[in-house]
């Protein structure tokens, strides 16, 4: 059973960065495609950024593109996701998931961290 921890979230005003981490636990890490996910209150979950097994592959959301950057650090069994440029709108809850499948939604995902919160003052 895959457990995974994210920490890094925060308040930070716009323009600022952040750097979420999720801590991977219970499998073999770099066997995993990953995913960053976030939900704002009300709406649905939305794929942030993905990275397939091993690393191979990534994916950025359109809103998200050219401001942050998925990682993984196979070493250390670790996920991160570098947000600069941050804006009010990136508000949100922001989840952590694994599974077998490199996809979009959250369906496609089998595992999940607990969320650490993350709002951008304007």
């Known amino acids: 059973q895959v457990q995974l921890v994210e920490s890094g979230g925060g308040l930070v005003q716009a323009g600022g960065s952040l750097r979420l981490s999720c801590a991977a636990s219970?499998?073999?890490?770099?066997?995993?495609?990953m995913a960053w996910f976030r939900q704002a209150p009300g709406k649905e979950r939305v794929i942030v950024a993905s990275?397939?097994?091993?690393?191979?592959?990534?994916y950025y959301a359109d809103s998200v593109k050219g401001r942050f950057t998925i990682s993984r650090d196979t070493a250390k069994s670790t996920l991160y996701l570098q947000m600069n440029s941050l804006k009010p709108e990136d508000t949100a809850v922001y989840y952590c998931a694994a599974g077998g499948r490199y996809g979009l939604k959250p369906y496609d995902y089998d595992y999940w961290g607990q969320g650490t919160q993350v709002t951008v003052s304007s």
């Open positions: 990275s397939s097994w091993r690393g191979l592959s990534t």
């Open positions: 219970g499998g073999t890490f770099s066997s995993y495609s």
